[in-house]
């Protein structure tokens, strides 16, 4: 054998251990198809094109667009649909590989999961408890709609908002939702909902104090602790040493 060929096949093992190693989906066997396309199991062309592979065109053979979720392929209702309301037809475009494997060996390497929420139209991306199930816990069961202020359309679960990176809710600001953001509107909140913070009594202890801008309370405070004062252009341990003053 000689060196040239010795060479070229070397830099094609190594070309294969990278592709195996970045496209592991691609590069090992498919594994054994889905329940429902047990019946092509010895038929791959049924699905896959030749030296093209599997296409939406493929699927859509069997799988009507304005059926699925709807009808079986025989046409049959379907007695137990995932979703409450179809989805299919909302998509923008028709790409069923984007979501779908049918083999197993190939949903070994691909993340689960993960719906790529912009296939949806733009109405359909607002209606989430049509795929998603309302939580029935006592948090959720406060709180009506507006689900993009605490998931993603990335990540459904678990929620990304973080309640501390605005305002703690320890000590006697453990409250109901409703008791500072009125009508389920979470993108404003009032501090007038607890009867100690009322607009005289808060309006008169900050012009004390030389503060005239105060309507966005979490702007400086973030906890019930009135020694933490976060006050932009003053320094936070310039309000400390009034507080320890009016303390004394």
């Given at each position: 054998m000689s060196k040239t060929l010795k060479l070229v096949l070397a830099a094609n093992l190594i070309v294969l251990a990278i592709l195996a190693f970045v496209y592991p989906h691609l590069?090992?066997?498919?594994?054994?198809?889905?329940?429902?396309?047990?019946?092509?199991?010895?038929?791959?062309?049924?699905?896959?094109?030749?030296?093209?592979?599997?296409?939406?065109?493929?699927?859509?053979?069997?799988?009507?667009?304005?059926?699925?979720?709807?009808?079986?392929?025989?046409?049959?209702p379907i007695q137990k649909p995932l979703t409450s309301t179809p989805f299919h037809q909302k998509?923008?475009?028709?790409?069923?590989?984007?979501?779908?494997?049918?083999?197993?060996?190939?949903k070994r390497f691909r993340i689960t999961g993960r719906f790529?929420?912009?296939?949806?139209?733009?109405?359909?991306?607002?209606?989430?408890?049509?795929?998603?199930k309302s939580p029935k816990d006592s948090?959720?069961?406060?709180?009506?709609?507006?689900?993009?202020?605490?998931?993603?359309?990335?990540?459904?679960?678990p929620a990304t908002f973080d309640h501390d990176k605005y305002f703690v809710l320890d000590r006697d600001h453990n409250v109901k939702c409703i008791t500072c953001h009125e009508r389920n509107d979470y993108s404003r909140y009032t501090c007038y909902g607890c009867h100690e913070?009322?607009?005289?009594?808060?309006?008169r202890e900050h012009i004390e104090e030389g503060i005239r801008d105060f309507k966005n309370c979490v702007e400086c405070h973030r906890s019930a602790d009135e020694h933490d004062i976060r006050m932009p252009g003053r320094g936070r341990e310039q309000a400390k040493e009034r507080r320890k003053r009016d303390d004394d």
């Open positions: 590069m090992v066997g498919p594994g054994k198809l889905i329940p429902g396309h047990s019946k092509l199991d010895t038929d791959c062309f049924a699905c896959h094109a030749p030296f093209i592979g599997s296409t939406t065109d493929r699927c859509t053979t069997c799988h009507k667009p304005e059926e699925i979720g709807k009808l079986t392929t025989l046409g049959q998509l923008l475009k028709q790409d069923c590989l984007a979501c779908h494997s049918d083999h197993a060996g190939v790529n929420h912009a296939l949806l139209q733009a109405d359909a991306r607002k209606e989430c408890q049509s795929c998603h948090l959720h069961q406060q709180i009506t709609g507006n689900c993009s202020q605490c998931h993603t359309q990335e990540k459904w679960v913070h009322t607009p005289e009594k808060i309006r």
